[in-house]
């Protein structure tokens, strides 16, 4: 082979070589991250961050009553007397469930998980906007409740003031728990987890039932627009107050500020559906853990969680307010207004967005930004680098390019894609050696430890400087 070629495949294994370490150093960054950090604080002096843990207390209830990966079963779900028992914690594993452990009935990480949703509890936490387009209409269901009170949802027509709407203004959607759910039990009924019960596989501790609104635009209640949610309080309980999904309608501090009442998370696997998480007791001016009674808010909404699908414009039943919006690409029309189209429910796809454009020109125009598709298609010229649009929240699909190179497209729908090194026209997955399985950046925020990171960036640059002479006579 000729001198030049030879050069010239040393510059690119050269290239290579720095590729690789850097997406090792992303690689091993992400690897040792920490936990993902909090978006939603309580409007408390000490900002706590939402949703808190759920308590030993409530944990070890569960156990009790043998949602404990250990308990086990003599009959199975067809009723059969078993010789040898199944263990509870081997029955709801993989293939056929996901991998049941301790704590999963009480908590948002083991409902999302059980659900098949990639949400983190966490970082996908919101607080708004807390009002939605109805569409044709929608349905609610009780998924968790991880309290005693006898959970009641209802909707309003939204209006746009900070007032919260007059109770004869909410009308009823799901009624009253104990109505429908036929429960063996009075208090944490349904689990998150599953309703068999876990000694005797064979009986259903609760039935699952979803309500409709029927077709909302028939409906006289029904004012046209948004509508929003409300969790409606029993006056002769302990959960005597009213919460609602939209934040500024809720009990206020005593500086005025309203508390965080309601979370909501946008669903990963319907896109036209959102949870609405709840504390379930009130909340007075000074302390919002203090309800004014012997029960404590304790932080961890998974009190009462509703799932709510059918929400966002179609063809059928448009949004009036978006008729004539015209919206730049990557957005959707919402209430009237344009926004990222995977930050509304019937704003997207299910599937990831697009790459970012070649943010300077280069050899090939990169994927434009793709409200919703899963992969970006040929950029007409430079979009400055603009990650292509994710229809499922707070997971960005293509990742921003650099100068000249455009970037690559994500392999799912939850995935960073990266940097396309050769800056030649994308809309094409990620491959294995384009892109990180970690999935760097895209699914939570993370802390990094600072020393470590300089640890393997030296690493990294000395490991260049080591292979800088075998390849320094290649370059041209």
């Known amino acids: 082979m000729p001198n030049r070629g030879r050069g010239t495949w040393k510059r690119v294994d050269c290239r290579l070589s720095s590729l690789a370490c850097a997406l090792a150093l992303g690689c091993s960054l992400a690897t040792i991250a920490g936990p993902a950090q909090a978006l939603v604080f309580q409007t408390d002096a000490a900002k706590t961050p939402l949703p808190q843990p759920v308590g030993t207390t409530e944990l070890n209830l569960g156990m009790t009553w043998g949602y404990d990966a250990n308990t086990q079963a003599y009959i199975d779900p067809s009723g059969a007397i078993l010789d040898t028992p199944i263990v509870y914690g081997e029955y709801y594993s993989p293939p056929a469930f996901p991998q049941f452990v301790n704590g999963d009935p009480f908590t948002l990480q083991g409902l999302f998980k059980w659900r098949g949703e990639h949400i983190d509890p966490v970082a996908d936490a919101t607080t708004g906007p807390g009002h939605f387009f109805p569409g044709c209409g929608f349905k609610a269901e009780l998924v968790l409740r991880g309290g005693s009170c006898d959970a009641v949802l209802g909707w309003y027509n939204f209006t746009g003031t900070s007032a919260p709407p007059a109770s004869t203004d909410i009308h009823l959607l799901v ?181 970012g454009g070649d943010s300077a020109g280069g050899d090939g125009a990169g994927g434009g930004p793709d409200s919703g598709n899963a992969l970006g298609g040929a950029g007409p010229g430079p979009s400055n680098g603009t990650a292509g649009d994710a229809a499922i929240p707070n997971n960005t699909a293509g990742a921003a390019d650099k100068p000249d190179d455009g970037g690559a497209g994500a ?38 430890s600072s020393w470590l990171y300089l640890a393997l960036a030296a690493a990294c640059a000395l490991r260049r400087r080591r292979a800088r002479p075998s390849c320094s006579n290649s370059w041209p």
């Open 411 to 448: 392999p799912d729908a939850t995935a960073a894609g990266a940097p396309n090194a050769a800056g030649a026209g994308d809309g094409a997955p990620a491959t294995s050696s384009a892109g990180c399985s970690c999935r760097v950046g895209a699914e939570h925020q993370r802390s990094l």
């Open 175 to 355: 009624p009253k728990s104990s109505s429908y759910l036929n429960g063996t039990r009075t208090e944490f009924v349904p689990l998150g987890w599953d309703n068999r019960n876990p000694r005797v596989l064979s009986t259903l501790d609760w039935t699952p039932q979803a309500f409709s609104s029927g077709d909302i635009t028939t409906n006289p209640e029904y004012a046209g627009g948004d509508v929003a949610f409300a969790l409606l309080g029993v006056p002769s309980t302990s959960c005597k107050a009213d919460k609602f999904s939209v934040y500024e309608h809720n009990t206020k501090n005593s500086n005025g500020v309203p508390w965080v009442t309601s979370l909501t998370y946008r669903s990963t696997a319907d896109p036209t559906a959102i949870y609405l998480a709840f504390e379930d007791l009130p909340m007075l001016p000074a302390d919002w853990r203090d309800a004014g009674g012997q029960y404590k808010n304790d932080g961890d909404f998974n009190d009462s969680v509703f799932f709510i699908s059918g929400l966002g414009a179609t063809a059928e039943c448009p949004d009036p307010a978006c008729v004539n919006k015209v919206c730049l690409q990557g957005e959707t029309c919402s209430s009237g207004v344009c926004v990222p189209a995977g930050s509304v429910p019937g704003g997207g796809s299910a599937s990831g967005g697009g790459a």
